[in-house]
DNA sequence: TTGTAAGCGTTATCAA
DNA sequence: TTGATAACGCTTACAA
């Protein structure tokens, strides 16, 4: 019991017991066992993450964020992958809940009504990341995709582009509020042409963002700027250009979303909008910390924004 | 008892009882607590794979495959991040240990000497990926670093080019082995120059491949090839190159390495080097079950190769 | 400040 | 085929 305290609440115990158990805890390379204090305790120093891609670059950023932030913390991350699919992550929520998470991060807001009863009842915090809302299970931390594709959208527009197309693919939840903000935008402008619409619900790549380009040149030659639903779309869609030497920002004018490190480095530079996606897996699990210590009053909401970022690929002459 | 023996062997429970209790698990939604699993049994069903970075494409594919071979098994990932410090790597091992997984997943071959002690004193079943050996700790799956440079170089040479020059980023083992790689053939047909070796400890971007291969410019200006430490360099590469009107592969060639998915849609498309980072990661997974199941003899090293894919970028007119 | 006793939910072992 | 009992290594609650 000594020993138990001496590494849970050192204060409590006297300097001499203190000093005698790290010796020999050193000296054995004693480790506690976690199953045995999880057991016991009835709850566990694990943060449970769940995002729908490994391979994705913003969930990898996402990711390195939390991992920034549980370092040198008691928290224990624990990652994941619903891939895509609601329900995969009812099924990872009842793996995590199994284990008594102290915490979970878990991505967007499209959970299934299951998985809403089952994070609901649970006795562990929760923030929801990358999207906003009004009506957060717990906390939430991100920002809104629809505002964001909508200010993109205007800044085409602005730039004196009058024919937009727009370029998507896997049509995950995020995805589709991305095109509605284009449709809004683009509709109040009087200039939506359905026909400049190209999505695919494969996943992203560079690739087909070269393809989707190709489609929409054979389907809507007078195109004359496409907002992308993610920069390796935009990238490929450039690469496109450039193959079927089309001037870029000339000809066509193309944005990003996400803002890749890549962007700033193309060639043209390609305009993209920026969002925080380190920071918000930094901050939402400070976010966690914060509420499990309940050193400061949990804020449910956290709007990070976004900015549209202005290249030469968007630089109408 | 007969409830417990249901979950794990149900041929020794009687029709009855079992239907039974599997409708009374149904009705309670009765998930078997992990932590009393550990602590009674001993074991867990956790496979731990650690790794230096989850930013880096490269690693995320492997994760990929690894998360593709558990889905379905009895086997749960969980993922460290060592962040390239064999230091944080000893630490997560002992992290991992304390939780007596089945088998450990561990990228590369340069374990600290305590972390190798660690391993080796372990009961549990190891699989370390990305290099190959002849000293494995148990099992290993991999591809020669130096010999896929070395092919690389090879290629480089073969399309006729007389000045080569190498980037490099980040200058982990396997990064330096790459180096080794490209510096033996060169050196081989007298056509190393050591000025024509740019290098940098930070971590590798597209961003950072441009700047490297201004300095290499401005340093050997006689460059007129360069094999790249992975894709991002080539890609900042050929960027540079566009923006100095500088003509690919006309003036100078571009290979990089692992074969990102990006590669294949550059305008000019770009050599590289294919890696079978996903079938790494998957038959990593299924080698650990296999032994876990000792369904099959262990194969202690598996070589998974790799292919020059050569394109636009090195085909010197 | 330290220690005792009970119990966390499961599995191993042995008996019925 | 089923069940009783004793661990597993901790933490909680309480007593000394």
Chains 1, 2 share one sequence.
Not at 136 to 143: N, Q, R, S, T
Not at 266 to 280: F, G, K
């Amino acid at each position: 019991m000594t020993v138990s305290r001496a590494l849970r609440e050192p204060e409590r115990v006297s300097v001499k017991s203190l000093s005698r158990i790290r010796a020999v805890i050193a000296r054995l390379g004693y480790l506690p066992d976690p199953a045995a204090q999880a057991l016991a305790a009835g709850r566990t120093n694990v943060i449970g993450v769940i995002v729908p891609s490994v391979t994705n670059n913003v969930f990898a950023d996402v990711m390195r964020g939390v991992y920034a932030a549980a370092e040198d913390s008691r928290w224990q991350v624990q990652l994941g992958n619903s891939r895509y699919s609601p329900l995969e992550e009812e099924r990872l929520v009842k793996t995590f809940l199994s284990q008594r998470p102290a915490g979970l991060i878990i991505s967007g807001i499209d959970q299934s009504d299951e998985t809403r009863a089952l994070l609901r009842t649970s006795p562990c915090r929760i923030v929801q990341i990358m999207e906003i809302s009004d009506q957060p299970l717990d906390m939430m931390i991100g920002f809104s995709h629809l505002e964001a594709a909508r200010a993109a959208t205007r800044h085409l527009l602005a730039m004196g582009y009058t024919r937009p197309g727009f370029l998507g693919a896997r049509l995950d939840p995020r995805t589709q509020r991305r095109l509605a903000g284009f449709r809004d935008v683009a509709a109040a402008a009087g200039l939506l042409e359905d026909r400049r619409i190209v999505t695919t619900p494969q996943a992203s790549t560079v690739t087909l963002g070269g393809l989707l380009m190709a489609d929409l040149l054979s389907r809507a030659p007078e195109t004359d700027a496409i907002l992308c639903n993610n920069d390796d779309l935009a990238l490929g869609a450039l690469f496109e250009c450039q193959r079927r030497g089309i001037a870029v920002p000339g000809k066509i004018g193309i944005c990003g979303f996400n803002d890749l490190e890549m962007m700033a480095a193309a060639h043209p530079a390609i305009s993209s909008v920026r969002t925080h996606r380190y920071e918000m897996g930094e901050r939402a699990m400070r976010m966690l910390a914060a509420a499990l210590d309940a050193s400061e009053p949990a804020e449910p909401v956290v709007d990070l924004g976004f900015e549209v970022v202005e290249r030469q690929s968007t630089l109408r002459p």
